[in-house]
């Protein structure tokens, strides 16, 4: 049993072929996936997806730091007003993004370290997005001592140090994706170092697809080619590598 922790199958990527995608999927024997939101513009795909996979498509509620714009207080307040609709497990993907833009970064700090109370209230996970912002992220962490908070560092890419580094701050799990597969990843020599306890497996997709398929639609199916590398990396047996990220995610997220 594989379980993708990061998947937007919501995505109007996937409309053509959906029913294909999900055959795919369970094929290649992933039995979850985790589905983190964006903001409101994605929202109302978001459900319909999750109300039609009861058991397989999870949703989660957030704001993505490079939605945080002009109106980041009223994308803000809608995921407040929203978070008791229903079941959700998780807030997310919500974090800090420099890559793109740091015009609007001290908001990001501000709406991450909101949604990062608010889900420690609400008892439940964050998914982090965290690029080219580490200081500022530990800045908010430093913030946020005292609050008693649980997640996944989305897509990690760091070192071993700053892996080391979060593991103070929080009950942190790393999620390890396609970029994993690819060469000369940093993630790589990282990865060999981390305990397998502390990982669990992602795809992003449709973005970050790994080898051999880089370059096109990445899909939850090809959550198992990122399991596959990580247990060559580790030098484990697939069946493990499996076991144990898939029950490391049903722990983290109450799956």
């Known amino acids: 049993m594989l379980t993708d922790t990061h998947c937007h ?17 369970r094929e290649a024997g992933v039995t979850a996936c985790v589905m983190p939101g964006i903001d409101r513009s994605c929202h109302q795909a978001l459900l319909e997806v999750a109300d ?6 999870f949703p989660c509620i957030g704001l993505h730091p490079t939605s945080v714009a002009e109106n980041w207080q009223e994308e803000l307040d809608f995921v407040k007003e929203h978070l008791g609709d229903r079941r959700w ?3 997310g993907e919500i974090g800090l993004d420099a890559y793109w833009s740091k015009d609007f970064i001290k908001e990001q700090m501000r709406v991450l370290e909101e949604q990062v109370s608010m889900a420690a209230a609400a008892g439940l996970p964050v998914i982090i997005h965290l690029r080219e912002a580490t200081e500022d992220f530990f800045r908010v962490l430093e913030d946020l001592r005292g609050v ?4 996944v560092m989305h897509a990690y890419s760091g070192s071993y140090e700053v892996y080391r580094r979060l593991l103070g701050y929080a009950d942190f799990k790393f999620g390890i ?7 000369n990843a940093g993630i790589a020599a990282t990865l060999e170092k981390m305990s397998l306890d502390d990982i669990v497996l992602e795809t992003d997709c449709p973005w970050l697809t790994p080898v051999p398929y880089r370059g096109k639609r990445n899909e939850p199916a090809y959550v198992r080619l990122v ?6 990396i580790k030098g ?8 144990v990220t898939t029950r490391s995610a ?3 997220f109450y799956l």
């Not at 994706?177 to 060469?183: C, I, N, P, S």
């Open 177 to 183: 994706g396609g970029v994993v597969t690819y060469k």
């Open 236 to 243: 484990l047996p697939l069946e493990e590598v499996a076991a």
């Open 89 to 91: 497990y998780a807030v």
């Open 9 to 25: 199958l919501y995505d109007e990527a996937f409309r053509p072929d959906f029913e294909s995608v999900l055959a795919r999927a």
């Open 227 to 232: 399991a596959e590398k990580v247990a060559q």
């Open 250 to 252: 049903q722990r983290l």
């Open 148 to 151: 008693d908070f649980r997640g």
């Open 52 to 57: 039609a996979l009861p058991d397989f498509a």
